[in-house]
T-cell receptor
């Protein structure tokens, strides 16, 4: 049972480079989201999606783009990496579970360093 | 007031101790509440949802006070394996929605032998 799969697990980039963090889930979840976690800051929502073709901004969207062409995949793009984007990135998914609130299933995380 | 505020910790307790975590939230329209657990360098995992009437799962008891906008988690008879960071999570979205989750910064618990 794969759950939420994130790739890569580790990445080092130079300032100005671009890259895409991949996230895939095999649970047919409608809702997917990206968070970043920094020391002393907790998890902060970057972007989220409530279904294929629908995305919206979270708390800290600047410098990141997302798309949701399929239910399974929700990639996060860094257009021009900056040192301030050094962080641990988590992708999460859940059923929207109308009438109840479903738990978030998190991927293992991607540890990203920008030099 | 910060959206979700937790005890800063860290907490260091001996095995068998009872430990309580406190959390306050600012959005009075928040509909659902959770406690997550995060082990070092791992992803967060749901520990338990928090219901209005309070709920218990083994050694863990969660309480919600909507009037005070306060959530608590009590761990009884703590084990070494309970050592982790505990995250208070509040959903400010309408019931049945999962977006608008706001995480507290977490409280680190270390249970010592």
């Amino acid at each position: 049972n794969a759950g939420v799969t994130q790739t890569p697990k580790f990445q080092v980039l130079k300032t100005g480079q671009s890259m895409t963090l991949q996230c895939a889930q095999d649970m047919n979840h409608e809702y997917m989201s990206w968070y970043r976690q920094d020391p002393g800051m907790g998890l902060r929502l970057i972007h989220y999606s409530v279904g294929a073709g629908i995305t919206d901004q979270g708390e800290v969207p600047n410098g990141y783009n997302v798309s949701r062409s399929t239910t399974e995949d929700f990639p996060l793009r860094l257009l021009s990496a900056a040192p301030s984007q050094t962080s641990v990135y988590f992708c999460a998914s859940s059923s929207t579970g109308k009438g109840s609130n479903q738990p978030q299933h998190f991927g293992d995380g991607t540890r990203l360093s920008i030099l | 007031r910060k959206e979700v505020e937790q005890d800063p910790g860290p907490f260091n307790v001996p095995e068998g101790a009872t430990v309580a975590f406190n959390c306050t939230y600012s959005n009075s329209a928040s509909q659902s509440f959770f406690w997550y657990r995060q082990d070092c360098r791992k992803e967060p995992k749901l520990l338990m949802s928090v219901y209005s009437s309070g709920n218990e799962d083994g050694r863990f008891t969660a309480q919600l006070n909507r009037a005070s906008q306060y959530i608590s988690l009590l761990i009884r008879d703590s084990k070494l394996s309970d050592s982790a960071t505990y995250l208070c999570v509040v959903n400010g979205a309408p019931r049945g929605s999962n977006y608008k989750l706001t995480f507290g910064k977490g409280t680190l618990l270390t249970v010592n032998p």
